[in-house]
């Protein structure tokens, strides 16, 4: 079957907006009082490489125990979704690693469903499109170069079919808890009547355990930090020194989530051209540059509920560490 894929956002003109976006977005965080850089930042190409490598290390549990999950209960998930034409779609898909064990488990049952992974990257919608169908030429996939939100919307428009989005590594969790309300309910209302969404979300656990998924013996997670510096410099001409910054995460049990930022280890002023004006840190002051949230089984029940989902089942790893929660979309 023919690989194909289609651009709903241009490149250039999403390219072009995201530079705006980013430099926007570093002025304000940097002009706070407590400063900041949006962790979406995180993920260009070096630092997606950079999280890719974080999701191989022995400490980073997230991502062995969302395998396990889909390895053991891939039949039941797909048991509950029914046999009704589907679209599988996927919201960042990456390489679609963990995808493809739901992939074999619908071809196993011969449901009749197409594969739609959605992503911003060109490239990476392309590669995975023409991995997926030399791998398994007899299922249908049809990637989506877009913002999410325009994909699934698109999607929803386009023929009967049901829609299973996958929203897969407690990605969630990236967002605070406001932005996450306002994320999933823009997702509910690009969706139809009885669509799924089958969601990730990191579990909460003995601190000691999430601290050291962030504070790797290798220093990759350091280094996937400091990627941020590296980003500035190379895309708005800034003259960090990421040697002058020390990476430093946490555990935080009263908001829920690990904390993690990068510390000025002297007092010292950066410079961004393409902000044409300088920044000052006083020693040992913070970049707040991610929260990681994690949820309880309670928190996970009170989202849906509040958005307008209904929890059909949720599915662990065999320690309880991680979810998979499928989700059905009601609108009646």
């Not at 194909?4 to 250039?12: E, K, R």
């Not at 891939?74 to 990456?94: F, Q, T």
């Not at 049952?109 to 959605?118: C, K, L, N």
């Not at 990421?242 to 430093?248: I, R």
Request: glycine share 6%; charged share 25%; net charge negative.
């Amino acid at each position: 079957m023919k690989s194909t894929y289609q651009v709903l956002s241009p490149g250039d003109i999403r390219s072009a907006r995201e530079h705006d976006e980013f430099a926007s977005d570093l002025l304000f965080g940097l002009s706070q009082p407590v400063k900041e850089i949006s962790s979406k930042y995180l993920y260009d190409d070096a630092g997606s490489q950079l999280f890719c490598r974080i999701m191989e290390l022995p400490e980073y549990y997230p991502t062995r125990c969302e395998t396990e999950i889909l390895l053991r209960h891939g039949p039941a998930i797909v048991e509950s979704v029914g046999d009704a034409r589907l679209n599988l779609v996927e919201m960042g898909a990456g390489d679609g690693t963990k995808t493809r064990i739901l992939i074999n488990q619908l071809r196993g049952r011969h449901v009749d469903f197409r594969y739609v992974p959605i992503d911003i990257s060109e490239s990476a919608v392309s590669e995975l499109c023409t991995e997926l169908v030399q791998e398994c030429p007899e299922v249908a996939v049809k990637g989506l170069v877009s913002d999410y939100f325009v994909g699934v919307d698109w999607l929803s428009h386009q023929n009967a079919a049901r829609n299973l989005i996958l929203f897969l590594g407690s990605n969630i969790g990236n967002f605070d808890p406001t932005r996450q309300v306002h994320f999933l309910t823009d997702l509910w209302n690009a969706l139809n009547h009885g669509d799924y969404l089958l969601i990730g979300m990191d579990l909460k656990k003995a601190p000691e355990i999430i601290n050291q998924a962030y504070n790797d013996r290798q220093g990759v997670t350091a280094a996937f930090n400091k990627n941020l510096l590296h980003r500035i410099n190379r895309d708005l001409g800034g003259d960090f020194d990421p040697d002058q910054f020390v990476y430093y995460s946490a555990w935080d049990p009263f908001a829920g989530a690990v904390k993690s930022c990068l510390l000025s280890k002297a007092p010292q002023s950066v410079y961004i051209d393409g902000l044409c004006r300088s920044f000052d840190f006083a020693l040992w002051e913070p970049i707040h540059t991610e929260s990681s949230y994690k949820f309880s089984v309670a928190d996970v029940h009170k989202k849906a509920r509040h958005i307008g989902f209904e929890v059909v089942e949720n599915f662990f790893d065999a320690r309880h560490y991680f979810v998979d929660s499928l989700w059905r979309v009601v609108k009646e």
